[in-house]
């Protein structure tokens, strides 16, 4: 059985190179780079492992604007069949509520979906909740934090790697996975294959393609805003110094203020 | 209820009242996050006079709602059941959206634990409600009953207020190692409400099949924590931080280097993309102090580096700075403190003595 596969992926700024306006205390976008966001690189290449093992199509949607074609065109180099860049001025400053409510409603459009993937979070919100939330939308099973993906006879078997170990589960499709960043290596574009992507192309939906009301995306959209942005202080610290040889100073000095306490010595 | 809908503004934000805070159930108990859930819901609830609501889903949860109640809930709101054992997104989202539909909430807090962020996110969708991923400090304005929920972002270099003003309920998740474990403190009358319910089969999509455990150190809970990095030169050198931790009645600590190169496994690295520590006293030996290790713990109460460089960035994290060979430093730290301990041990008997 041929599996018709989504992957959501994201340009973020380059989290190497961030550059913050002292001013307005937020990114300066026009000095940052964009890449892929690192975990939808290994979204994407899970899904593609998975195509070329049980047969379909990957289909690649991210909502952005208009730079984001250079990630389309990557994805499509790696081995995507299909791109779509779902852009509309409608979607500039949406949270991760009608970030998902597109996202989910270009992929309704699709005339099937088995299998979505996405990556665990993007580098520059970090909120992991757009792929769950799509889920949601959609009305399907979901599985995040996964390591590994395997698919036989209408279930995918993954791994989930939860913060005290590893779950190994069962559920059939369709179903959404967000694959963890590193989970594996992604394949490289070659020359040819960029060459090719760049003539294939990829389509731009719009607003009105997707035929929701405009109140529903976008900052509109979004029930949170940002009030203010502010640099965290650290609590100012003494870093009082002590040579080798003032060591008997310092351990008296942490016993009187106790952080060491002799009751708890063994 | 699945669909695509819009975030929907309430009309009355009135109708909204009291905390909702989602506890983590593992095994049968909590995690040490849903303590802080208590501690941080039970501060914004006691502030503008609502209630503390528990949340609580497992298979037997009696013991656990009391507990809940000697922290402080007011109201605790279980579902009991076999299949709710183990967390599972849709039978979780299904059974807390429906409590949080039913009665309205003004706040809801859930851990951004990896379980807590699966489910907050589709929460939030079937609410039609906003969230605020991964708080690192939760207040609530008196007049307004408005959350301000602050996040760090652009790396952990900025932080973030995030307000939700006309949706309900204002939803949050909370990075766990932040929040405080509070104090016992009963409320006057607590109630506790927990019905044994059926999870329908169209919810049982999900098996686990297997959970591989992971032998895991709970740094999170650790009083002092004796960490050390790439400065250690070799994996032998945690022998040594080893005995010093043992010594002091604190756990071993480590940076991702030192964890990566095997020196010492993964589950005691501390930062970012380890473990949230707070202990009453962190020392960091070899360790230069970049912005991820730093993360993990710059929350301790007192911190003592121990660098060869006397410029590195740790220092300015740090109370206390012993600069020195971390080969010479460290048999010299547990040398002075094996005497302070043979001298003071004697004369602490006798002050408890006179004290009586
Ligand atoms: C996405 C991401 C996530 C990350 N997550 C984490 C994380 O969770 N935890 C973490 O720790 N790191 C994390 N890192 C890595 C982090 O950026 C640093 O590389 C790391 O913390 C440095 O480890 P270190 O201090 O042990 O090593 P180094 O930076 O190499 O520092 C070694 C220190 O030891 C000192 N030293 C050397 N010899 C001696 C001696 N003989 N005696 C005394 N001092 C000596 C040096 O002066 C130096 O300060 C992450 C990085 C990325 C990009």
């Given at each position: 059985?041929?599996?018709?596969?989504?992957?959501?992926?994201?340009?973020?700024?380059?989290?190497?190179?961030?550059?913050?306006?002292?001013?307005?205390?937020?990114?300066?976008?026009?000095?940052?780079?964009?890449?892929?966001?690192?975990?939808?690189?290994?979204?994407?290449?899970?899904?593609?492992?998975?195509?070329?093992?049980?047969?379909?199509?990957?289909?690649?949607?991210?909502?952005?604007?208009?730079?984001?074609?250079?990630?389309?065109?990557?994805?499509?180099?790696?081995g995507?069949?299909?791109?779509?860049?779902?852009?509309?001025?409608?979607?500039?400053?949406?949270?991760?509520?009608?970030?998902?409510?597109?996202?989910?409603?270009?992929?309704?459009?699709?005339?099937?979906?088995?299998?979505?993937?996405?990556?665990?979070?993007s580098?520059?919100?970090?909120?992991?909740?757009?792929?769950?939330?799509?889920?949601?939308?959609?009305?399907?099973?979901?599985?995040?934090?996964?390591?590994?993906?395997?698919?036989?006879?209408?279930?995918?078997i993954?791994?989930?790697?939860?913060?005290?170990?590893?779950e190994?589960?069962?559920?059939?499709?369709?179903?959404?996975?967000?694959?963890?960043?590193?989970?594996?290596?992604?394949?490289?574009?070659?020359?040819?294959?960029?060459?090719?992507?760049?003539?294939?192309?990829?389509?731009?939906?719009?607003?009105?393609?997707?035929?929701?009301?405009?109140?529903?995306?976008?900052?509109?959209?979004?029930?949170?805003?940002?009030?203010?942005?502010?640099?965290?202080?650290?609590?100012?610290?003494?870093?009082?110094?002590?040579?080798?040889?003032?060591?008997?100073?310092?351990?008296?000095?942490?016993?009187e203020?106790?952080?060491?306490?002799?009751?708890?010595?063994? | 209820?699945?669909?695509?809908?819009?975030?929907?503004?309430?009309?009355?934000?009135?109708?909204?009242?009291?905390?909702?805070?989602?506890?983590?159930?593992?095994?049968?108990?909590?995690?040490?996050?849903?303590?802080?859930?208590?501690?941080?819901?039970?501060?914004?609830?006691?502030?503008?006079?609502?209630?503390?609501?528990?949340?609580?889903?497992?298979?037997?949860i009696?013991?656990?709602?009391?507990?809940?109640?000697?922290?402080?809930?007011?109201?605790?709101?279980?579902?009991?059941?076999?299949?709710?054992?183990?967390?599972?997104?849709?039978?979780?989202?299904?059974?807390?959206?429906?409590?949080?539909?039913?009665?309205?909430?003004?706040?809801?807090?859930?851990?951004?634990?990896?379980?807590?962020?699966?489910?907050?996110?589709?929460?939030?969708?079937?609410?039609?409600?906003?969230?605020?991923?991964?708080?690192?400090?939760?207040?609530?304005?008196?007049?307004?009953?408005?959350?301000?929920?602050?996040?760090?972002?652009?790396?952990?270099?900025?932080?973030?207020?995030?307000?939700?003003?006309?949706h309900?309920?204002?939803?949050?998740?909370?990075?766990?190692?932040?929040?405080?474990?509070?104090?016992?403190?009963?409320?006057?009358?607590?109630?506790?409400?927990?019905?044994?319910?059926?999870v329908?089969k169209s919810l049982?999509?999900?098996?686990?099949?297997?959970?591989?455990?992971?032998?895991?150190?709970?740094?999170?809970?650790?009083?002092?924590?004796?960490?050390?990095?790439?400065?250690?030169?070799?994996?032998?050198?945690?022998?040594?931080?080893?005995?010093?931790?043992?010594?002091?009645?604190?756990?071993?600590?480590?940076?991702?280097?030192?964890?990566?190169?095997?020196?010492?496994?993964?589950?005691?690295?501390?930062?970012?993309?380890?473990?949230?520590?707070r202990?009453?006293?962190?020392?960091?030996?070899?360790?230069?102090?970049?912005?991820?290790?730093?993360?993990?713990?710059?929350?301790?109460e007192?911190?003592?580096?121990?660098n060869?460089?006397?410029?590195?960035?740790?220092?300015?994290?740090?109370d206390?700075?012993?600069?020195?060979?971390?080969?010479?430093?460290?048999?010299?730290?547990?040398?002075?403190?094996?005497?302070?301990?043979?001298?003071?041990?004697?004369?602490?008997?006798?002050?408890?003595?006179?004290?009586?």
């Open positions: 059985m041929a599996l018709e596969i989504v992957v959501m992926v994201k340009q973020v700024p380059d989290s190497q190179e961030v550059v913050i306006d002292p001013v307005t205390m937020n990114l300066n976008r026009s000095l940052t780079r964009n890449v892929t966001n690192k975990a939808d690189e290994n979204a994407l290449e899970a899904a593609l492992q998975l195509r070329d093992e049980v047969g379909g199509h990957v289909t690649v949607v991210s909502m952005g604007p208009p730079q984001a074609e250079s990630t389309m065109i990557e994805c499509l180099a790696r995507a069949d299909r791109a779509i860049l779902v852009s509309d001025r409608f979607f500039g400053g949406a949270d991760t509520y009608p970030t998902g409510l597109t996202v989910a409603s270009a992929i309704s459009k699709l005339e099937k979906v088995d299998v979505i993937f996405a990556g665990e979070e580098s520059d919100s970090s909120t992991g909740h757009v792929g769950p939330g799509v889920a949601e939308f959609l009305g399907m099973e979901q599985a995040t934090y996964v390591s590994s993906v395997k698919y036989a006879d209408g279930f995918i993954a791994e989930r790697e939860l913060e005290d170990g590893t190994v589960i069962k559920m059939p499709t369709p179903v959404l996975l967000t694959i963890l960043l590193n989970a594996n290596v992604p394949r490289r574009q070659t020359l040819k294959r960029k060459i090719a992507a760049t003539k294939q192309g990829y389509e731009v939906w719009n607003l009105e393609k997707l035929g929701m009301p405009p109140e529903w995306v976008g900052v509109r959209g979004s029930p949170t805003i940002v009030r203010k942005m502010r640099p965290i202080k650290e609590k100012e610290r003494a870093a009082k110094r002590f040579e080798i040889d003032q060591i008997p100073d310092l351990v008296r000095e942490l016993f203020i106790g952080a060491l306490k002799l009751e708890e010595m063994q | 209820m699945t669909g695509l809908k819009n975030a929907k503004a309430v009309e009355n934000t009135d109708d909204y009242r009291n905390v909702f805070v989602f506890l983590e159930v593992r095994e049968g108990k909590f995690l040490r996050s849903a303590l802080e859930m208590i501690g941080v819901g039970r501060d914004i609830a006691r502030k503008v006079n609502e209630k503390l609501v528990c949340l609580i889903l497992g298979n037997n009696s013991k656990l709602a009391d507990e809940a109640v000697e922290y402080g809930a007011d109201l605790v709101l279980g579902a009991e059941s076999p299949d709710l054992e183990e967390f599972r997104t849709l039978p979780y989202t299904s059974i807390v959206s429906d409590w949080v539909l039913k009665e309205k909430p003004n706040i809801f807090l859930i851990p951004a634990s990896r379980n807590g962020r699966d489910l907050a996110s589709r929460i939030a969708v079937k609410c039609q409600a906003g969230v605020t991923a991964d708080c690192t400090e939760l207040d609530i304005e008196h007049d307004t009953r408005i959350l301000s929920a602050n996040r760090p972002t652009y790396g952990e270099s900025m932080l973030a207020e995030i307000l939700c003003r006309k309900r309920p204002q939803m949050a998740t909370a990075r766990p190692g932040i929040f405080k474990v509070p104090e016992k403190s009963r409320s006057e009358n607590p109630e506790i409400r927990i019905s044994k319910v059926k329908d049982k999509t999900k098996e686990i099949i297997e959970f591989r455990k992971k032998e895991k150190v709970d740094l999170s809970a650790a009083k002092i924590i004796v960490s050390g990095g790439l400065g250690l030169g070799k994996a032998e050198g945690f022998k040594a931080l080893e005995k010093l931790a043992k010594t002091i009645g604190g756990e071993v600590g480590a940076s991702r280097p030192a964890a990566d190169l095997g020196w010492i496994s993964r589950d005691h690295q501390v930062g970012q993309t380890g473990q949230t520590v202990p009453r006293l962190y020392i960091a030996a070899g360790i230069s102090g970049k912005i991820q290790h730093i993360m993990g713990m710059k929350n301790s007192n911190i003592l580096a121990i060869i460089d006397p410029n590195a960035e740790i220092v300015t994290y740090s206390y700075v012993i600069v020195g060979d971390v080969k010479d430093v460290i048999p010299r730290l547990q040398k002075e403190i094996d005497s302070y301990r043979k001298e003071h041990s004697g004369k602490k008997e006798s002050k408890i003595a006179s004290a009586s």
